[in-house]
């Protein structure tokens, strides 16, 4: 079966394929599929280009209700309130501020509008031919601890840090 798409974008808007974990217990095929992807781009018989979107953390994640609230995420199992680092209702966190290391973490922040204009500006103001195997895209980056700073001081106090460590 052969059908005329030009280019394929996978519905996955995480953080860059290249800094994901290998043997990612989150990864539901994921990796699988992009080298797929790869495949069929140098297949001289099915030849088909891809781009993925990398934006990295929505910031509805934080949202009363999580990303359940505004329907995205359903397929993940972690779309409701206090999934991913905090609970801002209920001034929880369980956060790793540090690496082994000893560095500060970081975190890719963006809204969900955003994406959306983003990935309507590349479709209507670049030539899809030009368009590179993946588009990364943030709005804030800012460290754990900053990111929970953030959200202590829209709440008006501080947060009951649940099991804070260095991985």
Not at 41 to 59: A, D, E, H, N
Not at 83 to 107: C, K, N, Q, W
Request: contains cysteine.
């Amino acid at each position: 079966m052969h059908s005329d798409v030009r280019r394929f974008v996978p519905a996955e808007f995480e953080g860059p394929p290249a800094r994901r974990p290998r043997n990612d217990p989150l990864d539901r095929g994921k990796s699988a599929a992009l080298e797929r992807l790869r495949q069929w781009t140098r297949s001289p018989r099915y030849r088909m280009k891809f781009t993925i979107f990398s934006c990295g953390v929505l910031f509805e994640r934080f949202a009363r209700g999580g990303l359940a609230s505004v329907g995205i995420g359903g397929s993940t199992g972690a779309n409701y309130q206090g999934a991913y680092l905090m609970d801002i209702e209920h001034s929880t966190a369980e956060i790793i501020e540090r690496t082994t290391a000893g560095r500060p973490v970081y975190v890719s922040l963006i809204s969900a509008n955003d994406v959306g204009r983003f990935v309507a500006a590349a479709i209507t103001e670049i030539d899809l031919e030009t368009w590179p195997s993946e588009f990364r895209m943030a709005a804030e980056r800012l460290s754990i601890t900053q990111t929970l700073q953030y959200a202590e001081s829209i709440k008006g106090g501080l947060y009951m840090h649940l099991n804070p460590r260095n991985d």
